[in-house]
Every structure is written in C-alpha cells, then in structure tokens.
Nanobody
Framework: QVQLVESGGGLVQPGGSLRLSCAVS????????LGWYRQVPGNQRELVGS???????RYSDSVQGRFTVSRDNAKNTVDLQMNSLKPEDTGVYYC??????????????WGQGTQVTVSS
C-alpha cells in the first residue's frame, strides 16, 4: 500500500520560512500529480500547490510567489518550501498524490498531515 509521510511542520514567526517534505513509499514517477493541501478547522481542505509529472506547477493565489513545490524523482519526495510566512498560512498541511489506475480512473493518496503554526 502506498504511503505518503510528511515531515517538517512546526512553529515559525511571521516572515519566516519552513520546508515541508513528503516521502512517498513508491516511485513518484508513477504519480500524475503530487502536491500539498492545507486545512484549518471549520474549512475545507484547499490546494496550496501542485506539481504534475509533466507541465507547469500550480499555486493558490494566496501563496503564489512565496511557496514552491518541488519533486525529487531520485529521492521519491515532494517538498513544499514556504517563505515569507503569514499567520493566515497556519493550518494542517497534507501531502497529496494522484495516480492513474489500469482501468483509467484516478486514485488519490493522502498523508497524515503536519501542523504549521505561524505566530509571534
């Protein structure tokens, strides 16, 4: 069974940086899409940034220019570099992967989440 395991969350001051990493238990070359979502209590999980196997990365408007998603095919990881952090970036961050099945359908995979708190 595929596992996605996040690490790197924690407490950081506004304006600071944090790097999240997601280790995938299988080759990430088999994933059409890898990325990160975040969720705050009472809200739906929202896309932060995604990196397709082919094509351009995509980011939410709120993090564009501050966050970067990167895939490392050799290490089977997908990282999220977060700079110029704001209190509104606080939330639980989830690693996400999407993979095509032989039937043609898509299957989603999720990590367990890691807490990021931006506060002075």
């Amino acid at each position: 069974q595929v596992q996605l395991v996040e690490s790197g969350g924690g407490l950081v001051q506004p304006g600071g940086s944090l790097r999240l990493s997601c280790a995938v238990s299988e080759s990430i070359l088999s994933f059409e899409l890898l990325g990160w979502y975040r969720q705050v209590p009472g809200n739906q999980r929202e896309l932060v940034g995604s990196a397709p196997r082919y094509g351009s990365r995509r980011y939410s408007d709120s993090v564009q220019g501050r966050f970067t998603v990167s895939r490392d095919n050799a290490k089977n990881t997908v990282d999220l570099q977060m700079n110029s952090l704001k209190p509104e970036d606080t939330g639980v961050y989830y690693c996400h992967g999407e993979r095509m099945q032989p039937s043609g359908s898509k299957l989603d995979y999720w990590g367990q989440g890691t807490q990021v708190t931006v506060s002075s």
